[in-house]
């Protein structure tokens, strides 16, 4: 089945830098990968997702990158705020399986 | 995206009882998920729910432990059996978006078994 690795486990910046967040998968037949942000209390809201076909998708401070050969996919955020503060999770699925399989977390922190 | 209604949102329970968790979608969904957060954890995947058929189990998940039923295309239903300690976790349900893209989940239930 799928693994998929995350790290950093947490991960500490200044407000206005930027953070950066790594996944790796395992099964080269996953073509989605979603990001979430959970906040303390809450279920886990998707912020951005991209799919095989694409490399690279920007939501204004977010944005994902996707190397498909390297099996590797990456969360940027830019000018990071306070609210930006809470756990991150990447996710793989697709292929056969349609269930998403998540990574272990990173816990983030802007601070002021 | 899809709306869901989980409930209870929290629930503390006596060890040897067992829980029903109940999911409401707002629309038709052909697959509904099941996945367990313990504590500063990440979420991992319990089963698989379709209408119709038995549920799919992960490794290390069985029926008689968390029975789930579906029967329609907007409701499932995760029972956790026999509780003891370790079964304190949140709970969640999840649902496919608009071509089997963007995952939404339900609000989860909160559960300490004392």
């Known amino acids: 089945g799928e693994n998929v690795e995350q790290h950093p486990s947490t991960l500490s910046v200044q407000e206005g830098d930027s953070a950066v967040i790594k996944c790796t998968y395992s099964?080269?037949?996953?073509?989605?990968f979603p990001w979430y942000k959970q906040e303390l209390g809450k279920r886990p809201q998707l912020i951005i997702d991209?799919?095989?076909?694409?490399g690279e998708k920007k939501d204004q401070r977010i944005a994902v990158t996707l190397n498909k050969t390297a099996k590797h996919f990456s969360l940027h955020i830019t000018e990071t705020q306070p609210e930006d503060s809470a756990v991150y999770f990447c996710?793989?699925?697709?292929?056969?399986?349609?269930?998403?399989?998540f990574g272990s977390g990173t816990q983030l922190t802007v601070l002021p | 995206s899809a709306v869901i209604s989980q409930k209870p949102s929290r629930d503390i329970c006596q060890r040897g009882t067992s829980l029903t968790i109940q999911c409401q979608v707002d629309?038709?969904?052909?697959?509904m998920f099941w996945y367990r957060q313990q504590p500063g954890q990440s979420l991992t995947l319990i089963a698989t729910?379709?209408?119709?058929?038995?549920?799919?189990?992960e490794s290390g998940f069985v029926i008689d432990k968390f029975p789930i039923s579906r029967p329609n295309l907007t409701f499932s239903t995760l029972t956790v059996s026999n509780m003891s300690p370790e079964d304190s976790s949140i709970y969640l349900c999840?649902?496919?978006?608009?071509?089997?893209?963007?995952?939404?989940f339900g609000s989860g239930t909160r559960l300490t078994v004392v």
């Open positions: 996710a793989a699925g697709g292929g056969s399986a349609r269930q998403l399989t």
């Open positions: 629309s038709q969904v052909t697959m």
């Open positions: 991209i799919r095989s076909n694409v």
């Open positions: 999840s649902v496919e978006g608009e071509g089997n893209y963007g995952y939404t």
């Open positions: 099964d080269s037949a996953s073509n989605y």
């Open positions: 729910a379709n209408q119709g058929s038995e549920a799919t189990y």
